[in-house]
Structures are given as structure tokens and as C-alpha cells.
């Protein structure tokens, strides 16, 4: 897959990785979205809005462990782990589309405390209240 092996960003679950295409920029923010689609059977990875990669998953299984950011699993460990800084995690109940993971992305405002890179604007979908929108 492209990217693979790279520090291109990936999407995991069990036995599937999609990776984006781009690489990321240091010191600058990037908005990545993954969406588990079970009646389309794929997985899919946004990045700044725009699909990077899809991968067909046909067998969508139920979670047996906990969810997990900034890194993947392969066999009984941890892999792949995030080197940077993960923030405005949300989680949905269902798979977004393609316009609503566009409306998502927010431009970057101010600078990222301690590393000088910017850092995503406050508000927009989600806010910063925690909220877990529907």
C-alpha cells in the first residue's frame, strides 16, 4: 500500500491498514479521519478532508479489546506508535460521509504549546466541551 513503511499516517483494525498517500509535514497540524464503514465494506482514511486511502474489509468484526489511538496492534502488542501530539479526538456511532469528514476539518489558528507548530482552531463541530456529536 502506499505509504506503508513510511511515516505516512495509517488506519488500522485487525488483519487491515489503509495508509495515506502524503507524508506529514513537521510542526504542522494535520487532520486525519478514519471511517470504518461496515455496509460499504471498507475502510477508509481522510487527510485535511481529502480521502487518502481505502481498503475493501469484508468480514467488519466486533471490538474484543480496547479502542485505541496513536497506535496499532499486530499480534498481542502495541505497533506503529503516533511520535507526535494527538488532539480534538472524536468518535461516532456511525460512519460519516465524505462531506460531513470535510466539514470536520478546521484551519489552524495560534501555535501548539511547547513545539511552535500551529494548532487547530478552538470550536467548529465537537467544540472543545468534549462532546461526542450524532
Same mark, same amino acid.
Given at each position: 500500500?502506499?505509504?506503508?513503511?513510511?511515516? +505516512?499516517?495509517?488506519?488500522?483494525?485487525?488483519?487491515?491498514?489503509?495508509?495515506?498517500?502524503?507524508?506529514?509535514? #513537521? =510542526?504542522?497540524?494535520?487532520?486525519?479521519?478514519?471511517?470504518?464503514?461496515?455496509?460499504? =465494506?471498507?475502510?477508509?482514511?481522510? @487527510?485535511? &478532508? @481529502?480521502?487518502? =486511502?481505502?481498503?475493501?474489509?469484508? *468480514?467488519?468484526?466486533?471490538?474484543?479489546?480496547?479502542?485505541?489511538?496513536?497506535?496499532? *496492534?499486530?499480534?498481542?502488542?502495541? !505497533?506503529?506508535?503516533?511520535?507526535?501530539?494527538?488532539?480534538?479526538?472524536? !468518535?461516532?456511532?456511525? +460512519?460519516?460521509?465524505? #462531506?460531513?469528514?470535510?466539514?470536520? @476539518?478546521?484551519?489552524?489558528?495560534? *501555535?501548539?504549546?511547547?513545539?511552535?507548530?500551529? #494548532?487547530? #482552531?478552538? &470550536?467548529?463541530?465537537?467544540?472543545?466541551?468534549?462532546? !461526542?456529536? *450524532?
Amino acid at each position: 500500500m502506499p505509504g506503508q513503511g513510511s511515516g +505516512a499516517p495509517p488506519f488500522t483494525r485487525p488483519d487491515l491498514r489503509v495508509a495515506s498517500r502524503s507524508e506529514p509535514v #513537521a =510542526g504542522q497540524w494535520t487532520h486525519l479521519t478514519g471511517v470504518c464503514d461496515s455496509f460499504a =465494506g471498507e475502510l477508509r482514511l481522510f @487527510v485535511n &478532508g @481529502v480521502q487518502e =486511502g481505502s481498503v475493501r474489509d469484508g *468480514r467488519p468484526t466486533v471490538s474484543e479489546g480496547p479502542f485505541a489511538i496513536g497506535r496499532a *496492534r499486530y499480534g498481542r502488542g502495541p !505497533v506503529d506508535r503516533f511520535p507526535g501530539g494527538i488532539k480534538d479526538v472524536m !468518535v461516532f456511532d456511525r +460512519a460519516l460521509t465524505e #462531506a460531513e469528514v470535510r466539514g470536520l @476539518v478546521r484551519p489552524c489558528s495560534g *501555535r501548539s504549546p511547547g513545539t511552535g507548530a500551529p #494548532a487547530p #482552531a478552538s &470550536g467548529g463541530p465537537g467544540g472543545d466541551r468534549g462532546d !461526542v456529536p *450524532r
